[in-house]
């Protein structure tokens, strides 16, 4: 079987984060996790599904605040327990999350 090199938009990015972050918090945010890692293995193995898969990021992003609010508490949790920011990198996610975590360490 050969599987597609696509990347997931920063949406997608921002909530697999967040859901991983808060997983060991809330088991509904794992169930989420999981949701959205079998939708993921879809799409790349078939891109008819990638409409599902952004439909349900969207909702998911939604209930959680939407996409600047997943993106402040999933830095914002990294921080709390680490005492840092670590990942970087060039796309739009990895910009956004940089600027909310120089906003935080600067408080």
Request: with cysteine; charged share 35%.
């Amino acid at each position: 079987m050969d599987r597609r090199k696509e990347k997931p938009s920063p949406e997608a990015k921002a909530l697999s984060l967040f859901l991983m972050s808060h997983k060991s918090i809330d088991p509904i945010y794992k169930e989420q996790s999981k949701r959205m890692n079998r939708l993921w293995d879809l799409v790349l193995e078939n891109d008819s599904r990638m409409k599902d898969y952004t439909k349900t990021v969207q909702k998911l992003l939604i209930s959680h605040g939407g996409y600047q609010e997943v993106v402040e508490k999933t830095v914002k949790y990294y921080i709390e327990n680490t005492g840092e920011w670590k990942l970087k990198g060039d796309d739009k996610y990895c910009r956004d999350a940089q600027q909310v975590a120089d906003r935080i360490m600067k408080k």
